[in-house]
């Protein structure tokens, strides 16, 4: 079957999508105000293509904001006003009626649910079951930052005594955030960050996704109604005419950014106090699995298939590169291909899909270029069709045998082009990891105690996670997900981003009956809510 026909016709369409009129958005959120932008749009188009004839054509989805700088800049005001230097009513409120505005915004995108989904399977072409899967795992996610904080206050609630010093100690506000996520994840990585940003009291500067920006435009107004003016406002647009204009003014605290290292790096430069800007950043990375000779096969391929493929290996947790012993890799390529033959390909409504349409513009001649520069230095396609291509659609391509001088090796493929590198001496694995511009995370698969111990110790300071027999990956939420190198810039979990997007203060006096006596004053005055001992429930 040629892979254009797996593109529907008109009448293939479910009809959820068949009677879906193009959506012109002109709202933006400033200020807590709805505003129509009446310049240029940008338009959306689908991954998924329709069949008109032989050649497959996006689809479009509907058209969003172009802001220009001004508009970038009156955000940023009405951030910056809504602040006022820390002294503004969202920074200054009480932790619990921070917690109610953000248990009022989940209430609300609980009501959009379906719309987002569906906005989340047309946009990126994600399959309809993870892009339920994408909006769940948020709206646990916020639950669960909800319950952190409150433990957070908690354990702040009373007072230290220390070396003849009473002390009591709070994490506050940064100042004005900038947040931008990134497109295989529009929703759940980019509320990783904005919703701890909001919670702990900074003003939010929002900027969604470049694809998956539409999936936005259901929750406006819910942002509005949740939060007070000023405290979150959605901008839309290019960032070298929006976001570079911000960052340029210094009056951007907190950036969080989920992307390229090279964009990043571009956006903090343009910071005139660069040392005032706290980042949070989840950048590239080029994640290896090591399977060695003692490797339980089955679980190994199994795993492995799952951690490449993944939502077609967009996403930055994916193995991206197989290192495999040389003892097993011809059992194991053998298997890796039956299991990746086996996985469906098609529309991210059909039921069971695996690889859908890539959403990023040319993303299919990208990896074309590096599954032919791997073939040309002596690599070959082990599966049947791999590499096969049409508009946004491309077949999983195994390469193996892949060496370091092929662009793959070291390149972040982004897609479903899987490397294979055979190796004879574990020495030639851990210097890829050691030497590599990444260190996000990594898989080890294998039974010898000894080995897998020996090497946990030698990767434990070159990335952040070590995956044993299982594919790298970022849940749960409760641990840590970070990185080193330009994999990562700070810590991200539950409970670590409420630290990132705060810092901490103390207030003290010493330990003598007349300062404990004007203490006690005070919170019995409620004079304080930074010394409030409430004890939230």
């Not at 915004?105 to 072409?125: H, T």
């Not at 981003?497 to 009956?513: E, G, I």
Request: with cysteine; proline share 7%.
């Amino acid at each position: 079957m040629s892979i254009a026909t797996l593109f529907p016709t008109v009448g293939e369409l479910p009809a959820d999508f068949s009677e879906l009129q193009p959506v012109e958005q002109r709202e933006y959120l400033l200020n807590g105000e709805l505003l129509s932008w009446q310049g240029d749009l940008s338009s959306v188009f689908s991954p998924v293509c329709v069949r008109n004839g032989e050649q497959p054509e996006p689809v479009l989805l509907g058209q969003t904001p172009l802001l220009d700088a001004q508009a970038a800049l009156q955000a940023l005001d009405a951030a910056v006003s809504a602040y006022d230097l820390g002294r503004g009513p969202w920074p200054t409120m009480p932790v619990l009626e921070r917690i109610q505005h953000v248990e009022t915004f989940l209430e609300l995108m609980q009501q959009k649910r379906d719309d987002v989904i569906r906005l989340l399977m047309w946009e990126i072409g994600k399959p309809y079951k993870d892009a339920a899967k994408e909006f769940d795992r948020t709206s646990d996610y916020i639950r669960d930052t909800i319950d952190a904080l409150k433990q957070q206050d908690r354990d702040a609630s009373h007072f230290v005594i220390e070396q003849g010093t009473l002390g009591k100690i709070r994490r506050v506000p940064v100042g004005v955030a900038l947040c931008m996520g990134p497109f295989n994840y529009p929703l759940n990585e980019t509320f990783t960050t904005l919703i701890p940003a909001l919670i702990m009291g900074n003003t939010v500067i929002f900027k969604p996704a470049k694809y998956g920006v539409l999936l936005i435009r259901p929750l406006l107004q819910a942002f509005r109604d949740s939060f007070p003016p000023g405290v979150i406002n959605v901008i839309y647009g290019r960032g070298r005419e929006t976001v570079g204009v911000l960052m340029e003014s210094g009056k951007v605290d907190l950036f969080a950014f989920i992307g390229t290292n090279k964009g990043a790096s571009d956006l903090k430069k343009m910071h005139p106090k660069p040392h005032r800007l706290r980042a949070v950043l989840g950048l590239d990375a080029k994640n290896p699995a090591i399977v060695m000779a003692d490797a339980d096969m089955k679980r190994t391929v199994s795993e492995c298939v799952a951690g490449a493929l993944s939502f077609n290996g967009q996403r930055c947790t994916a193995l991206k590169i197989l290192f495999v012993h040389r003892s097993r890799v011809d059992e194991f390529v053998q298997q890796f291909v039956s299991a990746v033959e086996a996985l469906p390909i098609g529309m991210p409504w059909q039921e069971g899909v695996a690889i859908t349409p890539l959403p990023e513009p040319g993303k299919t001649d990208f990896l074309q270029q590096l599954v032919d520069d791997a073939c040309q230095q002596g690599a070959r396609i082990c599966n049947q069709s791999g590499g096969e291509h049409c508009a946004t659609l491309f077949r999983p391509a195994v390469l193996y045998p892949v060496t370091a001088a092929m662009r793959v090796y070291d390149e972040e493929q982004f897609g479903p082009v899987i490397p294979i590198v055979p190796f004879d001496d574990i020495q030639q694995a851990i210097d890829y990891v050691i030497h590599s511009n990444f260190g996000q995370q990594l898989s080890l698969f294998g039974q010898n105690p000894q080995q897998l111990g020996e090497l946990v110790d030698r990767f434990s300071n070159q990335v952040g996670r070590i995956n044993i027999n299982s594919q790298c990956q970022r849940g749960p939420d409760s641990f840590p997900f970070n990185g080193r190198k330009d994999s990562a810039e700070g810590t991200l979990s539950v409970i670590d981003a409420l630290r990132q997007f705060s810092t901490p203060t103390v207030v003290a006096a010493k330990y003598q009956p007349q300062d404990i006596e004007l203490v006690k004053d005070m919170i019995k005055q409620r004079s304080s809510h930074f010394l409030s001992t409430d004890f939230l429930f």
